[in-house]
């Protein structure tokens, strides 16, 4: 049974069917059918019209965001509407959202990856074949005497806390970007100074990184980044 949160994403490949609703209300159905039963909630849908051969999706873009935001797993109902293209699918499951399809609902973990991406299979294993046959080409240096790496930079510390420093940056710009379309609408509801913008989080269901509810410091802090970013 399905547990947790949940945003859906359909797809269809012209503009007719987005508009007579052919092929969305089947996705949909499919949709609600996978997710009957247990404790779930669906907190969002978005719906794409383009064809399965585009690589620019902006609905699933702010599927992805709004499932980093609230902690949600993307659900399609099945593959084919995602992508009939297999390097496409695989930059998808690199991604931190967990991703359900309603024609494979056992599909889950490196197994139900590995089974899912059957076509990609070959270049992953190539990989690693070629990861194995490096390793192994260090350990015989190793064992020839042959210094490997440069021990300087195990010792520099500064350099390795900036990069952390970098990393931690990097993440929280990109958590703020997947929190204005949010902040957007709880302006738009009527929210005003950051403490009603932190209570409008809060009442949705999104909370910080670390799972908090939210102050009005740190929504402060969400719109420096989110202004440094339009500079």
């Known amino acids: 049974m399905a547990e947790g949160s949940f945003v859906s994403y359909i797809?269809?490949?012209?503009?007719?069917?987005?508009?007579?609703?052919?092929?969305?209300?089947a996705q949909r159905k499919t949709v609600s059918d996978f997710l009957n039963g247990g404790s779930w909630r669906l907190v969002g849908e978005f719906v794409e019209v383009e064809s399965g051969k585009a690589a620019?999706?902006?609905?699933?873009?702010?599927?992805?965001?709004?499932?980093?935001?609230?902690?949600?797993?993307?659900?399609v109902a099945n593959v084919s509407r995602l992508t009939r293209s297999v390097a496409f699918l695989s930059r998808l499951l690199e991604t931190s959202v967990p991703?359900?399809?309603?024609?494979?609902?056992?599909?889950?973990?490196?197994?139900?990856?590995?089974?899912?991406?059957?076509?990609?299979?070959?270049?992953?294993?190539?990989?690693?074949?070629?990861?194995?046959?490096?390793?192994?080409?260090?350990?015989?240096?190793?064992?020839?005497?042959?210094?490997?790496?440069n021990p300087g930079n195990l010792r520099n510390r500064d350099f390795g806390s900036a990069k952390g420093q970098a990393v931690r940056i990097k993440a929280a710009?990109?958590?703020?970007?997947?929190?204005?379309?949010?902040?957007?609408?709880?302006?738009?509801?009527?929210?005003?100074?950051?403490?009603?913008?932190?209570?409008?989080?809060?009442?949705r269901g999104v909370y910080t990184a670390r799972g908090k509810h939210w102050s009005a410091t740190q929504i402060q802090r969400v719109l420096v980044r989110l202004a440094n970013k339009r500079l």
């Open 99 to 149: 991703v359900r399809f309603c024609d494979l609902p056992a599909i889950e973990g490196p197994t139900g990856r590995f089974l899912l991406t059957q076509m990609a299979a070959v270049a992953e294993l190539e990989a690693g074949l070629i990861s194995d046959r490096t390793k192994k080409a260090l350990a015989a240096a190793k064992a020839r005497g042959q210094k490997l790496g």
């Open 11 to 25: 797809r269809v490949s012209t503009a007719r069917q987005g508009v007579s609703g052919l092929g969305l209300d």
């Open 56 to 75: 620019d999706r902006p609905e699933l873009a702010n599927a992805l965001s709004l499932c980093r935001v609230m902690g949600a797993t993307l659900v």
């Open 173 to 203: 710009n990109g958590r703020a970007i997947d929190l204005a379309p949010i902040i957007a609408e709880v302006r738009k509801s009527g929210a005003e100074t950051l403490r009603e913008i932190a209570a409008g989080l809060n009442n």
